[in-house]
């Protein structure tokens, strides 16, 4: 499978709001992991098929002007001997404003995995 990555509905709406000066944009603050991926994720989704953890993130990175890069690393305990097959960046109210589905990440419990999303305009 391919990864596909959706931004979600309410987090398009938030982008508005901040752009015509109702709301002020929450930061992106997390990231959460699931295994019920199922095809692509839907723009009205707000959370994920399957979710089994949700994580501060590691670090933010500016690739470009128009490009950062969320970064989020599991340890060797979480989600040990876990498939990991779909993500999530959430922000900081606790939306997920954009899903991304993948193919099967399978983890072991003596290995840390870090996960980029990078979110693009």
């Known amino acids: 499978m391919a ?4 931004i979600t509905s309410l987090g398009k709406n938030k982008i508005l709001k901040a752009r015509a000066g109702i709301k002020t944009l929450p930061a ?14 839907s723009e009205g ?7 089994l953890l949700r994580k501060d993130l ?4 500016q690739v470009t002007d128009t490009n950062f890069r969320y970064i989020c690393t599991l340890t060797r305990a ?3 001997n876990t498939t990991i097959n ?14 991304r589905t993948c ?7 003596d ?3 870090t996960f980029e999303i990078d979110d693009i305009f």
């Not at 590691?58 to 990175?61: F, L, P």
């Not at 193919?103 to 419990?109: A, F, H, R």
């Open 78 to 80: 979480e989600l040990a």
């Open 28 to 41: 992106v603050t997390q990231m959460a992991f699931g295994n019920g991926a199922d095809g692509t994720p």
């Open 86 to 99: 779909e993500l999530a960046l959430c922000d900081s109210e606790g939306d997920l404003v954009m899903i």
């Open 58 to 61: 590691s670090s933010i990175e």
């Open 45 to 51: 989704d707000n959370s994920l098929k399957n979710e």
């Open 3 to 6: 990864s596909t990555t959706t």
């Open 111 to 113: 290995e840390e995995m």
């Open 103 to 109: 193919s099967d990440k399978d983890k072991d419990d």
